[in-house]
């Protein structure tokens, strides 16, 4: 099978497609024909050698979500899988191939009516997105600040906190993605690339920080008693590194959420359920072959890309 190589850490230079050996399911678990697979910022950071929740050792295949249709089944699984439409992780690697052996548990059927690209946008960002608005309950009439507003998870982000009776306040890098936030239902935008840009944006409830850095810390400055501000990324390189104490003495909650196995596939069904209710539209902003999957990294890396990022498998 074709497959894409990590053989040393790097720049997106270091991810080269070659030939693979096809997977063969073990007990427990299921062989996919991969269809697309998922590409998150994490996972530039593996490739770079920079710190990440991922660990392996080299060469390896990464990749740790794709969707696909279910061939064959190990040990212990029920056959009638086979030929299942179906989006998973798969643990931190063996994503960018034309097939994966995964864990059976670990499958997430896809919704009737849900394309299967717009199933693999939902599986990560979807679940975090889900997790993060639960971990702050925004309230009908409160006003939200989402960083990264036309990112992956942000995207989805603005749309779940509308859901919930929000005032959005989209901010993004530059002209072409706040356009992209206010198009999601953002009703206002902000481009946190300007000087002093909080000083046009009235103080907020909640802050969903997926920049971290000099951003995450002038953002915080625009709660007040009672705010909340949870972090789901760190596009900037860095974590806000807000003080626990400078938030306890104005009122602020710095929220961490804390999820299990089960509330993380709960979050992740819910994700996929609104989507193909229509209710949550994954921006896909772009494709790319299999073959490129440099290519792929080195956009998100440009901070061009808006939305998920997707290799096109088949």
């Not at 990440?52 to 064959?72: H, R, W």
């Not at 850095?213 to 002038?218: E, K, L, P, Q, T």
């Amino acid at each position: 099978m074709r497959a894409v190589w990590l053989k040393e850490f790097g720049g997106p230079e270091v991810l080269v497609p070659g030939d693979a050996p096809d997977p063969v399911p073990g007990p427990g678990q299921v062989l996919i024909d991969v269809a697309y697979a998922n590409i998150t910022f994490v996972e530039t950071q593996f490739r770079s050698g920079a710190p990440s929740p991922f660990k392996s050792e080299l060469p390896m295949i990464p990749g740790n979500g794709v969707g696909g249709i279910v061939t064959a089944v190990g040990e212990g699984v029920d056959s009638g899988l086979v030929g299942r439409r179906v989006v998973t992780s798969t643990g931190g690697s063996g994503g960018y191939a034309e097939r994966a052996a995964v864990d059976a548990s670990g499958l997430f059927t896809v919704p009737d009516g849900l394309e299967l690209d717009d199933a693999v946008a939902v599986l990560a960002d979807g679940r975090t997105a889900t997790m993060m608005i639960r971990a702050t309950a925004p309230q009908p009439g409160e006003r939200v600040l989402v960083e990264a507003a036309a990112g992956g998870v942000g995207s989805l982000l603005v749309q779940l906190a509308k859901s919930a009776g929000a005032t959005v306040v989209g901010a993004a890098g530059g002209s072409r993605k706040t356009g992209v936030a206010r198009d999601l239902g953002a009703d206002e935008v902000v481009d946190y690339m300007a000087p002093n840009w909080t000083d046009e944006v009235d103080p907020v409830d909640v802050v969903f920080d997926g920049v971290g850095g000099d951003i995450a810390r002038a953002a915080f400055e625009l709660l007040g008693q009672g705010g909340r501000m949870v972090s789901f990324g760190l596009a900037s390189g860095e974590w806000a590194a807000i003080e626990a104490e400078a938030a306890v003495a104005r009122g602020i909650t710095l929220v961490q959420a804390k999820p299990t196995p089960e509330t993380m596939r709960e979050y992740t069904e819910s994700a996929l359920a609104e989507a193909a209710g229509g209710r949550l539209r994954p921006l896909i902003g772009q494709r790319f072959p299999l073959d490129r999957a440099a290519d792929a990294h080195a956009a998100i890396e440009s901070r061009a890309s808006v939305g998920k990022t997707l290799l096109e498998v088949r």
